[in-house]
């Protein structure tokens, strides 16, 4: 699958998030990577980089935006048909928004969001 196609996925994801939840997303960057940072597990499929929306307080402001990565390559490893990717790819994405607000992977696990 060609970069803009999986850069589709990644968007179709993030526009299937509820307006309502869309909405409270501030100062976020969702990026697309080829594979983990170096000292991360070679399968991770996304990351959140960031300060959740539930452990700020006034001091936070004027920073850099929180990160959302979506890696390309643990991604397409993991499935085997473009039906089972455009699922994964809706998964992290709504995983890793999750962490923005707060919760957490047990908290997804229970969700199927893991």
Known sequence: MDDARFD????????????????LVRNVVVLVED???EGEPDD??????GIALTERDSTIGG???????IFRGPLLDFVESEEELVEEVRITVVHEVAHHFGIDDTRLHELGYA
Do not use: N, T
């Open 8 to 23: 589709a996925l990644v968007d179709q994801a993030l526009d299937g998030i509820p307006e309502e939840l869309a909405a």
């Open 35 to 37: 594979e983990p940072p």
């Open 44 to 49: 991770l499929l996304g990351l959140y980089d």
């Open 63 to 69: 920073q850099l935006p929180d990160r959302i990565f």
